[in-house]
């Protein structure tokens, strides 16, 4: 149980930031097909990173694909035939989103994000966001004896929290069962989803400080009430991070700053930030 959580908690804590070994910023440069033109069209390029970041996902996916089929089995990905499937047309991918974001970075119409933040009336990071896009080697749900699942984040800048959320396809995976042809009752998975709490720390107006609170387990077909949530309390971040360099045998590009990040832009829909490591992240607002 507490394999699962700590593997759980790796992937989930990092939606936010990756104190967990993640991936040294990349050295590029930058494609002729992104502008970088604070003064262009802000739509234009919005959707110039909504197209190369759905770009980087659909060659990552491919890639996770082409690891787990078969010697001489076909990919069974028709839309992603054309992809080269290598690391390094995977980063060439990721430079192109990077370069995205840092000139869609330089139109921020909100200066100010972290304004109002852990005040009565919050700020604009309040709501529900899904992940786009992310540097962070550890930053994103890889799909495995769980199943697939579904990833997002909610924020309460009321209170100061981000909750990194993490539900898991009940139809499928380790542990579930689909109903029978005759309509037989089944039992769900015994785990459903994950909770990891954060607590953030305004610093500025664009730079927040990370602590990490505490995971829930979420276990709603569990037989006693009592285990259908369980909260278990995180180690201070420092540790946290301190087991990661350890881990990494030095390997592992951590900032002396801790857990954290700067607000590279805020809209209503769109949010971006780079991490004290030098992660980048990109979401998206859910729609109510």
């Known amino acids: 149980m507490f394999a699962l959580v700590a593997a759980h908690t790796l992937v989930a804590s ?9 991936r040294p910023s990349p ?17 234009e390029l919005k959707e110039t990173l909504l197209q190369k970041a759905a770009e980087f996902k659909a060659g990552q996916q491919a890639l996770w694909q082409a690891e787990t089929e078969t010697a001489g089995a076909p990919l069974g990905a028709g839309s992603l035939a054309n992809i080269d499937l290598t690391e390094e047309s995977l980063s060439a991918l990721r430079d192109n989103v990077i370069a995205a974001i840092e000139a869609l970075a330089a139109t921020n119409p909100n200066p100010t994000p972290l304004q109002g933040w852990r005040t009565p009336e919050g700020c604009g ?8 896009f992310t540097t962070g080697a550890d930053a994103t ?15 309460d800048s009321r209170k100061g929290l981000f909750v990194n959320c993490v539900d898991f396809d009940q139809s499928t995976g380790q542990g579930g069962r689909l109903a029978g042809a005759e309509g037989g009752a089944t039992s769900g998975k015994k785990l459903a989803g994950f909770r990891v709490v954060v607590a953030g720390k305004r610093l500025s107006d664009t730079e927040v400080q990370l602590y990490f609170k505490r995971v829930k387990l979420l276990r709603p077909t569990s037989r006693l009430p009592f285990l259908r949530t ?15 360099r350890r881990a ?5 590009k951590l900032s002396d700053r801790g857990a954290g990040f700067e607000m590279l832009y805020l809209d209503e829909t769109l949010r971006m930030h780079k991490t004290f490591d030098g992660q980048y992240f990109v979401q998206q607002r859910k729609a109510e």
């Not at 050295?27 to 739509?43: C, K, L, N, Y």
């Not at 990071?125 to 786009?132: D, F, K, T």
């Not at 971040?237 to 301190?242: I, Q, T, Y």
């Open 248 to 252: 990494s045998r030095g390997k592992a």
């Open 230 to 244: 369980i909260t278990i309390p995180l180690p201070p971040s420092w540790l946290l991070r301190g087991v990661a």
């Open 125 to 132: 990071l309040q709501g529900a966001w899904s992940l786009l």
């Open 141 to 155: 749900y890889k799909p495995g004896k769980q199943g697939a699942a579904t990833t997002y984040q909610e924020i």
């Open 14 to 22: 990092a939606f936010i930031t990756a104190p967990f070994i993640p």
């Open 27 to 43: 050295q590029r440069s930058t494609p002729a097909s992104v502008v970088m033109d604070a003064e262009g069209d802000t739509t």
